[in-house]
Nanobody
Framework: VQLQASGGGLVQAGGSLRLSCAVSGCTLSGYSMAWFRQSPGREREFVGRITWNLGSLYYADSVRGRFTISRDNAKTAMYLQMNGLKPEETAVYYC?????????????????WGQGTQVTVSS
């Protein structure tokens, strides 16, 4: 499984950004895909996940209602629509994948990772 994250950039507080994660090398049937983020000096933090077959969603409390995860119909990409961004959400955002549909929020539970894309939110 190869994952490629993109779409990061600089945005003002309150603004929006859409990240993409291209998937290749596997159909991901039965997998879950997730977004994590990591700020300097902090641990990698779970943002949300989607199950690849049914599209079941789960979000961290901190982003629920502002962020939306989706996937395309061909199931070759995952997206993270981020609205109402805050300066403290400046981080490198990573996409990840694991086999199984259960809710997992620990980075160690994920087997495959993209390279990350930088999101900077200015105040």
């Amino acid at each position: 499984v190869q994952l490629q994250a993109s779409g990061g950039g600089l945005v003002q507080a309150g603004g929006s950004l859409r990240l993409s994660c291209a998937v290749s090398g596997c159909t991901l049937s039965g997998y879950s895909m997730a977004w994590f983020r990591q700020s300097p000096g902090r641990e990698r933090e779970f943002v949300g996940r989607i199950t690849w077959n049914l599209g079941s969603l789960y979000y961290a409390d901190s982003v629920r209602g502002r962020f939306t995860i989706s996937r395309d119909n061909a199931k070759t990409a995952m997206y993270l629509q981020m609205n109402g961004l805050k300066p403290e959400e400046t981080a490198v955002y990573y996409c990840a994948a694991r086999a199984g549909a259960g809710i997992r929020v620990v980075p160690g539970d994920y087997d495959y990772w993209g390279q990350g894309t930088q999101v900077t939110v200015s105040s």
